[in-house]
């Protein structure tokens, strides 16, 4: 089993930045597939962004690229999501993700997190 636990979500104005951590525990993969994703309400759950632990790859929804940045730190086992530029569009509740198929959908991930709310609001 993986354990994973966000932090970091909370309001800000729009322009505003935020960072989101994910830390991972328990059976973790050396080079597994680490993504986030958040879901509004009313709305499915979309990809936002992903990355893999030992090799990097990071990839973008194209609704945050150039505003948001994953990064992993391998030996924490711990991603995070820097976020910057916000918008009030992305107000959702953010969530981590880890598998070892990875990909932009939801079903490539088989662990998952409680999720953190970030609100972007004036």
């Known amino acids: 089993q993986v354990q994973l636990v966000e932090s970091g979500g909370g309001v800000v104005q729009p322009g505003g930045s935020l960072r989101l951590s994910c830390a991972a525990s328990?059976?973790?993969?050396?080079?597994?597939?680490m993504a986030w994703f958040r879901q509004a309400p009313g709305k499915e759950r979309e990809f936002v962004a992903r990355?893999?632990?030992?090799?990097?790859?990071?990839y973008y929804a194209d609704s945050v690229k150039d505003r948001f940045t994953i990064t992993a730190d391998a030996h924490d086992k711990i991603i995070y999501l820097q976020m910057n530029s916000l918008k009030p569009a992305d107000t959702a509740v953010y969530y981590c993700?880890?598998?070892?198929?990875?990909?932009?959908?939801?079903?490539?991930?088989?662990?998952w997190g409680q999720g953190t709310q970030v609100t972007v609001s004036s």
């Open positions: 328990g059976r973790t993969f050396s080079n597994g597939a």
């Open positions: 990355c893999r632990f030992r090799t990097g790859d990071p």
């Open positions: 993700a880890a598998g070892l198929v990875g990909g932009n959908s939801p079903s490539g991930y088989s662990y």
